[in-house]
Protein backbone atom coordinates (compact mmCIF):
# COMPACT_ATOMS: atom_id res chain seq x y z
CA UNK A 1 0.00 0.00 0.00
CA UNK A 2 1.28 3.41 -0.88
CA UNK A 3 1.30 5.94 2.13
CA UNK A 4 -1.35 8.16 0.08
CA UNK A 5 -3.66 5.41 -0.10
CA UNK A 6 -2.74 4.55 3.86
CA UNK A 7 -4.09 7.76 5.04
CA UNK A 8 -7.35 7.76 3.05
CA UNK A 9 -8.05 4.16 4.60
CA UNK A 10 -7.03 5.80 8.27
CA UNK A 11 -8.74 8.80 7.65
CA UNK A 12 -12.16 6.90 6.51
CA UNK A 13 -11.81 4.93 9.21
CA UNK A 14 -11.65 7.74 11.63
CA UNK A 15 -14.69 9.15 9.91
CA UNK A 16 -16.77 6.60 10.15
CA UNK A 17 -16.09 6.04 14.04
CA UNK A 18 -17.28 9.62 14.50
CA UNK A 19 -20.33 9.45 12.29
CA UNK A 20 -21.26 6.23 14.08
CA UNK A 21 -21.17 7.70 17.40
CA UNK A 22 -22.42 11.27 16.16
CA UNK A 23 -25.91 8.59 14.74
CA UNK A 24 -26.27 6.75 17.63
CA UNK A 25 -26.45 9.94 19.97
CA UNK A 26 -29.08 11.63 17.86
CA UNK A 27 -27.23 13.28 15.15
CA UNK A 28 -25.39 15.74 18.29
CA UNK A 29 -21.90 15.63 17.91
CA UNK A 30 -20.63 18.12 21.02
CA UNK A 31 -20.01 16.47 24.21
CA UNK A 32 -18.73 17.77 27.37
CA UNK A 33 -17.52 16.50 30.86
CA UNK A 34 -20.19 16.63 33.53
CA UNK A 35 -19.67 17.04 37.39
CA UNK A 36 -17.55 14.48 39.54
CA UNK A 37 -20.63 12.27 40.96
CA UNK A 38 -19.89 9.31 43.56
CA UNK A 39 -21.38 6.02 43.83
CA UNK A 40 -19.83 3.02 45.99
CA UNK A 41 -16.69 4.71 47.18
CA UNK A 42 -15.73 5.27 43.10
CA UNK A 43 -15.99 8.89 41.47
CA UNK A 44 -17.49 9.38 38.19
CA UNK A 45 -17.69 11.93 35.24
CA UNK A 46 -20.21 11.55 33.02
CA UNK A 47 -19.79 12.80 29.17
CA UNK A 48 -22.88 14.41 27.88
CA UNK A 49 -24.41 14.82 24.28
CA UNK A 50 -26.39 18.11 24.46
CA UNK A 51 -29.31 16.13 24.11
CA UNK A 52 -28.36 14.81 27.74
CA UNK A 53 -27.38 11.37 27.01
CA UNK A 54 -24.52 9.83 28.82
CA UNK A 55 -22.21 8.06 26.79
CA UNK A 56 -19.28 7.20 28.46
CA UNK A 57 -17.59 7.46 32.03
CA UNK A 58 -14.46 7.64 33.39
CA UNK A 59 -13.96 6.58 37.22
CA UNK A 60 -11.59 6.49 40.27
CA UNK A 61 -11.35 5.31 43.72
CA UNK A 62 -12.62 7.65 46.04
CA UNK A 63 -9.03 8.33 47.74
CA UNK A 64 -8.74 11.87 46.26
CA UNK A 65 -7.39 10.81 42.69
CA UNK A 66 -9.12 13.67 40.32
CA UNK A 67 -8.03 11.12 36.91
CA UNK A 68 -11.42 10.94 36.22
CA UNK A 69 -12.21 14.71 36.01
CA UNK A 70 -9.08 14.86 33.48
CA UNK A 71 -9.62 11.96 31.21
CA UNK A 72 -13.36 12.74 30.59
CA UNK A 73 -12.71 16.19 30.09
CA UNK A 74 -10.20 14.78 27.30
CA UNK A 75 -12.64 12.36 25.63
CA UNK A 76 -15.09 15.18 25.35
CA UNK A 77 -12.69 17.26 24.16
CA UNK A 78 -12.18 14.84 21.14
CA UNK A 79 -16.27 14.84 20.25
CA UNK A 80 -17.49 13.18 16.81
CA UNK A 81 -17.42 16.96 15.43
CA UNK A 82 -13.48 17.86 16.15
CA UNK A 83 -13.11 14.01 14.67
CA UNK A 84 -14.46 15.23 11.67
CA UNK A 85 -13.36 18.67 11.40
CA UNK A 86 -9.25 17.11 11.66
CA UNK A 87 -10.74 14.29 8.86
CA UNK A 88 -11.60 17.38 6.60
CA UNK A 89 -8.77 19.02 7.38
CA UNK A 90 -6.02 15.94 6.72
CA UNK A 91 -8.23 15.22 3.46
CA UNK A 92 -7.07 19.14 2.04
CA UNK A 93 -3.57 18.79 3.13
CA UNK A 94 -3.89 15.19 1.31
CA UNK A 95 -5.04 17.12 -2.34
CA UNK A 96 -2.10 19.75 -0.84
CA UNK A 97 0.53 17.32 -1.41
CA UNK A 98 -1.04 15.28 -4.45
CA UNK A 99 -1.30 18.75 -6.26
CA UNK A 100 2.80 19.19 -5.05
CA UNK A 101 3.55 16.33 -6.23
CA UNK A 102 1.80 17.35 -9.91
CA UNK A 103 2.93 21.10 -9.77
CA UNK A 104 6.61 19.63 -9.31
CA UNK A 105 6.21 17.63 -12.15
CA UNK A 106 4.62 20.30 -14.62
CA UNK A 107 8.06 22.23 -13.48
CA UNK A 108 10.35 20.12 -14.70
CA UNK A 109 8.30 20.41 -18.04
CA UNK A 110 8.54 16.85 -19.47
CA UNK A 111 6.94 14.55 -16.44
CA UNK A 112 10.37 12.75 -16.46
CA UNK A 113 12.64 15.06 -14.05
CA UNK A 114 13.20 14.80 -10.70
CA UNK A 115 9.87 14.51 -9.21
CA UNK A 116 9.57 14.14 -5.32
CA UNK A 117 8.71 10.78 -4.46
CA UNK A 118 5.35 10.12 -2.47
CA UNK A 119 7.63 8.18 0.22
CA UNK A 120 9.78 11.07 0.82
CA UNK A 121 6.89 13.95 0.90
CA UNK A 122 7.11 15.30 4.11
CA UNK A 123 3.74 16.30 4.51
CA UNK A 124 2.64 12.15 3.50
CA UNK A 125 5.10 11.20 6.06
CA UNK A 126 3.48 13.59 8.76
CA UNK A 127 -0.20 12.97 8.16
CA UNK A 128 1.11 8.91 7.86
CA UNK A 129 2.64 9.46 11.54
CA UNK A 130 -0.27 9.58 14.40
CA UNK A 131 -0.95 6.09 12.65
CA UNK A 132 2.24 4.76 13.16
CA UNK A 133 0.70 1.51 15.21
CA UNK A 134 -1.25 0.21 12.67
CA UNK A 135 -0.04 -2.73 11.21
CA UNK A 136 0.29 -1.56 7.60
CA UNK A 137 2.16 1.19 8.28
CA UNK A 138 5.77 1.15 6.83
CA UNK A 139 8.61 2.08 8.88
CA UNK A 140 10.32 3.76 6.64
CA UNK A 141 7.94 6.34 6.53
CA UNK A 142 8.64 7.42 9.91
CA UNK A 143 9.65 11.29 10.08
CA UNK A 144 12.86 11.35 11.61
Known amino acids: MDIAAFIAARLDEDEAIARH ?5 KGR ?12 GYAFVAIHTPDGLE ?3 AGLDGTGGV ?13 PARVLAVVVAKRKLLEFAADYASEA ?6 GDGPVL ?12 APYADHPD ?7 E
Do not use: M, Q
Open 117 to 128: PDTDNPVLRLLA
Open 105 to 110: EDHYGT
Open 55 to 57: IAG
Open 67 to 79: HGEVFATHIARHD
Open 21 to 25: VVFNS
Open 29 to 40: DRWEAGAVTYRD
Open 137 to 143: YDPAWAV
